[in-house]
């Protein structure tokens, strides 16, 4: 019902905090940051989409975290476009829609994106033909079929 409000307020925390975050992992001498984006922000387009495929233009915020993060000088910036998490914790249980990701696999992606893979903009989904994941497992090892073991 306020959807209006909360995408405005997504995008400012998107944009604001984003640029704070950045700013302060810059004065703290950090050298590498990993971002959380969004693999269904992509502009409409046939075929599976990969990386270099344009976000929509009205995803202002999730262009404007992905330029801080990706485009600041002293910083390793990477950025990785999450698939639809599904999996303990989420809004679903199982696979929702296009480009699903488990939350587990989303961890270990962010794991591995600390200190492995060059800077830049990663797809982090499941293979369903929405999103392509290549460039994640060929530059850090990604795997959507990762999952954390229960205790016994």
Do not use: C
Request: cysteine-free; proline content about 5%.
């Amino acid at each position: 019902r306020h959807y209006a409000e909360q995408f405005e307020g997504n995008d400012r925390l998107r944009t604001e905090g984003t640029r704070n975050l950045v700013d302060a992992a810059v004065a703290a001498g950090a050298r590498r940051m990993v971002a959380q984006s969004i693999a269904f922000a992509y502009a409409p387009g046939e075929g599976t989409l990969t990386e270099e495929h344009p976000i929509a233009p009205a995803q202002t915020g999730v262009i404007a975290l992905e330029n801080a993060v990706t485009k600041t000088q002293g910083i390793d910036g990477i950025v990785l476009r999450y698939g639809r998490l599904y999996g303990p914790g989420t809004w679903s249980a199982a696979p929702n829609g296009a480009a699903p990701l488990h939350v587990d696999a989303a961890a270990d992606a962010a794991f591995l994106a600390m200190t492995k893979g060059a800077l830049g903009i990663y797809n982090v989904a499941e293979d369903d033909g929405a999103v392509s994941s290549e460039k994640a497992k060929r530059e850090f090892g990604f795997d959507a079929a990762f999952r954390i073991a229960e205790a016994p």
